[in-house]
């Protein structure tokens, strides 16, 4: 079972709209990361993504360097660096100078890449992506111990290299993000974290049981899992299934009109039955999570507890939902629905 120790965060995919400056979106998204630092919220994570006109997730270390500044003390994180995209040595040396400037409030995902087009993309060798995984991350903890070392591996050969080890020893606090249960059992015996999530409570389950069946190693840091999901909060659940019902029409009529290259645009966009329909439907597949922050709370808290995670991570960035929303969202979130989850586990744990 978890710990009884619940926290919250933010995990920013950076899906976009692409008709957008660039710059504009990134101020409004720090500024939401920001506020969440303020709200009181434990975790801010960022994705890495390539490649996909629909993101702005190359350089989620940029973005936590402007963050590092402009925070206090929420936790902020990647999830997940594609280890098969970088050099270790190299995003050693990233990750050391971004737990430095965090003051120690530095977390690190590592990911296998779930796109291996991105891997592909750089004339990387995608399906060699697990070996690559491994010894990267076996070089990278080498790095990390502030000493000269040498190292002789498959990929990788250096001799006499020095990284600044990071401020937190002997390093930042490492997660998996990923759902293959021999992954995440690898995971739990290494001592790192794990993230999971934009699936139904039963596909991920497996996965957790995998990672917490293992016993971690002497020394490794509390364990925790994340569940990742999509929230959307407004004062009543009838003004969160109106909102998102209007946005699936108008998004339908955005793609018909501005294709943008999608795959699988729709000939016309959705009626208003339709629309109700993908709603009740994302909702039931547990895509979305929405309502008001009551709903909101006992979806979480059961998810929770059904999969046993210790972690909550809301994308608030949903699709055309605007800055004003979006701030509702966030502020429900943190003063509302997660005080409210805690209650709820509290009392089932009594």
């Known amino acids: 079972m ?6 919250f965060g933010l995990f920013d995919i950076m899906q976009v709209d692409p008709t957008r400056p660039t710059a504009e979106i990134f101020s409004e998204r720090l500024a939401h990361h920001q506020e969440a630092d303020r709200l009181g919220l434990d975790y801010v994570f960022l994705a890495e993504r390539h490649f996909m006109p629909l993101y702005r997730a190359a350089s989620p270390g940029l973005l936590l360097a402007s963050l590092a500044a ?3 003390r929420i936790r902020l994180g990647t ?3 594609t280890l098969a995209l970088h050099h270790p040595i190299l995003l050693a040396e990233e990750i050391s100078t971004l737990d430095h400037l965090t003051g120690g409030r530095l977390e690190v995902g590592l990911g296998l890449g779930h796109r291996p087009q991105e891997i592909d993309g750089l004339g990387y060798p995608s399906e060699h992506r697990q070996p690559i995984f491994l010894e990267n991350l076996m070089m990278m903890r080498q790095a990390w111990e502030g000493q000269p070392f040498k190292f002789d591996g498959a990929l990788h050969h250096v001799d006499n290299v020095y990284v600044d080890p990071t401020l937190q020893r002997p390093h930042p606090p490492l997660w998996f993000a990923g759902g293959d249960p021999q992954i995440t059992a690898w995971a739990g ?11 139904q409570d039963e596909q991920l389950t497996g996965s957790v049981e995998a990672f917490r069946g ?22 009543s659940s009838e003004e969160a299934r109106e909102e998102i019902i209007t946005d699936l029409i108008n998004l339908g009529h955005e793609l018909v009109a501005n294709p943008r290259g999608l795959p699988n645009v729709p000939e016309r966009p959705p009626t208003r039955e339709e629309a109700e329909a993908q709603y009740e439907d994302q909702k039931q597949r547990q895509i979305v999570v929405s309502g008001d922050a009551e709903e909101v709370a006992d979806a979480i808290a059961t998810s929770l507890e059904t999969i046993n995670a210790n972690v909550f991570l809301a994308n608030i960035h949903l699709t055309l939902v605007d800055d004003e929303r979006i701030r509702r969202t966030l502020r429900l979130y943190a003063e509302e629905v997660a005080p409210l989850v805690k209650e709820r586990l509290a009392r089932a744990s009594d």
């Open 189 to 199: 015996r290494n001592g790192l974290s794990l993230a999971v999530g934009f699936a």
């Open 70 to 72: 402009t925070t206090e």
């Open 2 to 7: 978890t710990d009884n120790v619940y926290e």
């Open 214 to 235: 293992q016993e971690a190693p002497e020394g490794a840091p509390r364990r925790r899992v994340a569940l990742m999901r999509h929230i959307y909060v407004a004062d």
């Open 79 to 81: 999830l997940a660096y």
